[in-house]
């Protein structure tokens, strides 16, 4: 395997992008730590990858900093040097306009995007430095680059995401680690819509219809592909969208 990594934690393993992942790095060979809060799906998972994959679960709410913390500090030996961290739990909430939106959606929101995401971070960046051996990927999303009517603030948490790669990206010149973050356009079969639509499945279901969107193991395949570049190679930025999908342009409202 290229660049020695050898342990992977994926965050928002129990659905979507994040399972894909999962599968994509098992199959490359990784040991895989397992993030999310619903544990029966994690389990499930880790009951697919064994025994070819070692797994190690960590059930929590990437929300609550200590309890993420207490949860790394708590890994066993084996699963401790984490090589690669994959940065895809996440969430929008939500489809009106800023002016009406729910003040917990934006919460949730920045709070799982923006504030989970660096917590993560922060805890295991500097292992990484200090072993000048890692990979740092994020998950983003086009929200992040092109604004579009009721994408406010996931759009702008995105655009966190991005611009904290690119920071982390400055800071870590001179030592090995690298970062990316790649950002899709619209993927199905993941939760993402139900989740925006706050358990409605019609209307999350319609988001799908007559398209054909991306599917999360294209995501996946991205990830592996970033990270198996060689040690000298760091992919930044990767924009991935279905081809029916493409950016709005500027809208006008005229005057009646
Ligand atoms: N699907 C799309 O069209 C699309 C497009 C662009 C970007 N993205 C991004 O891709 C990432 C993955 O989304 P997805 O589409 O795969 O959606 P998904 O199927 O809803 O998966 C989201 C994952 O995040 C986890 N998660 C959410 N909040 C969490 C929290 N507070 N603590 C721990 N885990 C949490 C969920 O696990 P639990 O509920 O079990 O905790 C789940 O595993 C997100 O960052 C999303 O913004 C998605």
Redesign the pocket.
């Known amino acids: 395997m290229e660049n020695e990594y050898k342990t992977a934690l994926v965050?928002?393993?129990?659905?979507?992008?994040?399972?894909a992942v999962a599968k994509q790095l098992a199959s490359a060979g990784y040991r895989l730590v397992l993030?999310?809060?619903?544990e029966e799906?994690l389990q499930a998972l880790v009951k697919e990858f064994e025994p070819k994959t070692r797994c190690h679960i960590l059930t929590?709410?990437?929300?609550e900093s200590e309890a993420v913390r207490c949860a790394l500090d708590g890994l066993p030996p084996d699963f401790r040097t984490i090589d690669v961290l994959v940065n895809?739990?996440?969430?929008?909430a939500g489809t009106e306009p800023a002016q009406n939106a729910e003040w917990n959606d934006w919460e949730e929101m920045i709070s799982?995007?923006c504030m989970?995401l660096s917590n993560i971070t922060h805890a295991l960046l500097p292992g990484m430095v200090e072993r000048n051996r890692g990979h740092v990927i994020n998950?983003?999303?086009?929200?992040g680059t092109y604004a579009y009517r009721g994408g406010n603030a996931y759009g702008a948490t995105?655009a966190f995401v991005e611009h904290f790669a690119r920071g982390l990206k400055a800071d870590l010149l001179g030592t090995a680690v690298r970062v990316s973050t790649i950002?899709?356009?619209?993927?199905g079969d993941?939760?993402?819509?139900?989740?925006r639509y706050r358990g409605d499945a019609e209307k999350a279901e319609a988001v799908y219809t007559d398209l054909e969107?991306l599917d999360?193991s294209a995501i996946a395949e991205c990830v592996a592909w970033c990270v198996s570049r060689p040690a000298h190679v760091n992919i930044l930025h990767m924009e991935v969208m279905a081809t029916c999908q493409a950016p709005g342009g500027l809208s006008v409202s005229k005057t009646a």
């Not at 129990?14 to 399972?19: A, D, E, K, V």
């Not at 993030?35 to 619903?38: M, N, S």
């Not at 895809?88 to 929008?92: E, F, H, I, P, V």
């Open positions: 965050t928002g393993a129990s659905s979507g992008i994040g399972r993030v999310a809060r619903r799906r929590c709410d990437l929300r895809n739990a996440g969430l929008a799982t995007n989970g998950i983003g999303s086009v929200a995105k950002a899709p356009g619209m993927v993941c939760e993402f819509s139900l989740v969107p999360p």
